[in-house]
């Protein structure tokens, strides 16, 4: 409520608009903090690396010489698993700043958050099962399961009924 005084109110109203220039303020700094983030993980034994920008988008993929023994469908889930964990990573960093610049109780905050927790959460632990790719999963396997070609085109030399020669279609 606006307190019926004009040099009270005139005060409360500069007090509330110097509130919203520093939160204003402290979100800029959370933007600028939070697009310079990034985050890295690596397989247990070393072999993959994978750095994430703010976005949770991989911008590094780093291969030993050792995953130069991986199959390629395990080169690949080990690749994706490392960015998971990138990206949770990502996730911890973004509450912290989140947390360290602007007030938590704030809805925007929460909402940061919240987005950050859907978008990246926790990767489920590894399975045999989940390592085992089906043939069905597999993209570009084309060798068995392509189609015949279509037949070809008949040669159009001889006239047919559909060749009108000179004659108009009218008659």
């Known amino acids: 409520m606006i307190n019926p005084d004009p040099l009270k109110a005139a005060d409360d109203l500069d007090k509330w608009a110097a509130g919203l220039?520093?939160?204003?303020?402290?979100?800029?700094?959370?933007q600028e903090r939070m697009d310079a983030t990034t985050a890295s993980a690596a397989s247990p034994d070393g072999s993959i690396r994978v750095t994430v920008d703010s976005n949770g988008v991989p911008t590094g993929i780093t291969l030993s010489e050792r995953s130069r023994a991986l199959e390629p469908t395990a080169l690949s889930a080990g690749i994706m698993s490392v960015m998971r964990a990138a990206q949770a990573v990502l996730r911890q960093r973004v509450q912290v700043l989140v947390a360290e610049t602007v007030p938590a109780e704030d809805q925007p905050a929460r909402d940061i958050v919240a987005q950050y927790e859907r978008r990246f959460p926790d990767p489920a632990p590894e399975s045999g099962a989940d390592r085992e790719v089906t043939r069905e999963m597999r993209i570009g396997q084309v060798e068995d399961d392509?189609?015949?070609?279509?037949?070809?085109?008949?040669?159009?030399?001889?006239?047919?009924?559909?060749?009108?020669?000179?004659?108009?279609?009218?008659?």
């Not at 939160?23 to 959370?30: D, F, G, H, K, M």
């Not at 392509?146 to 108009?168: C, F, K, Q, S």
């Open 146 to 171: 392509a189609a015949p070609p279509p037949p070809p085109r008949p040669n159009r030399t001889d006239a047919t009924d559909d060749d009108w020669e000179d004659r108009g279609f009218l008659r």
């Open 21 to 30: 220039e520093q939160r204003a303020r402290s979100y800029a700094q959370l």
